[in-house]
């Protein structure tokens, strides 16, 4: 399964490669259980019918910015050039990472870039933020806590009853 999983997006097949050759029983199918099984946040019923439908929706489309994926990754989501290495470069004053507790993207990646720029003569300043209860789209997962994390990253306060992400790392 990996091999043909590998061959398939090398290739330059992508998730809505798929869905656009199944009839549309099937794809919906696939929309809803993706929305089932990676976004138990979503509770609401009318929530879930509607981002699937959305998701589905989407995968029908003529596909364009969807083969990015296979120029900027590698199967399985490995970059081809990764940016960890060359953000302590960038002439901005800040760069935030924000992950899920639950992300299947590595937390540390953030943590090194933070402690590569702290120790840098210049470079941005790093700020890392874990959101509680979220994996990779921790934006539907637990928006409240990314919102806040969103809120400090550029910079402003935190209402008194707003929830506070996890600091995970700062620089400078």
């Known amino acids: 399964m990996y091999g043909a999983l590998k061959s398939y997006w090398t290739r330059g097949y992508t998730p809505g490669s798929l869905v656009r050759t199944l009839p549309e029983g099937r794809g919906r199918g696939m929309a809803r259980s993706y929305v089932e099984g990676r976004l138990p946040a979503v ?55 924000v992950y899920g507790t639950d992300d299947w993207m590595d937390v540390r990646g953030g943590t090194e870039v933070a ?38 990253a550029c910079g402003g306060k935190l209402e008194k009853d707003a929830p506070e992400p996890i600091r995970v790392a700062a620089s400078k």
Not at 122 to 133: F, H, L, S, T
């Open 115 to 152: 402690a590569a720029c702290g120790g840098a003569a210049k470079g941005p300043a790093v700020e890392v933020y874990q959101i509680r209860d979220a994996g990779h789209l921790l934006m539907l997962d637990n928006w409240e806590e990314f919102n806040a994390a969103l809120v400090l």
């Open 43 to 97: 509770r609401a019923e009318d929530e879930r019918s509607a981002l699937t439908e959305y998701l589905y929706t989407n995968a029908l489309l003529p596909p364009s910015g969807e083969y990015c994926l296979n120029a900027l990754l590698r199967p399985f989501a490995y970059a081809h050039r990764p940016t960890g290495g060359r953000i302590a470069a960038l002439n901005v004053p800040h760069v935030a990472f």
